[in-house]
């Protein structure tokens, strides 16, 4: 793949699944609860944990610090309206 969007997940595992794939350009997370993520950060960083699989310029330890990750905070109704309604 080369863009994936993720509607949830929060938690950061699927997106880390995601990253490995070499072809990749660009993964857009749309998580409509930012808890979600403060909460997973603090108490499951293991999914979020992108260290072993930093192989490409760009990448970082923390999956959606990567530069290929975009995280976003919002509903994703609205993103896909907004950004590919007619």
Known sequence: PK???V???GE????????KHSTLEKVVMI????GVV??????????????SI???D???EWCFDDERA???VEDALAYFNDNFGS
Do not use: F, M
């Open 3 to 5: 863009r994936v969007a």
């Open 7 to 9: 509607i949830g997940g």
């Open 12 to 19: 950061g595992a699927t997106v880390r699944e995601i990253l």
């Open 31 to 34: 998580e409509i609860d930012g």
């Open 38 to 51: 403060n909460l997973s950060t603090k108490y499951l960083p293991e999914w979020q944990d992108c260290s």
């Open 54 to 56: 930093a192989h490409h």
């Open 58 to 60: 760009g990448s970082a």
């Open 70 to 72: 975009d995280l976003r």
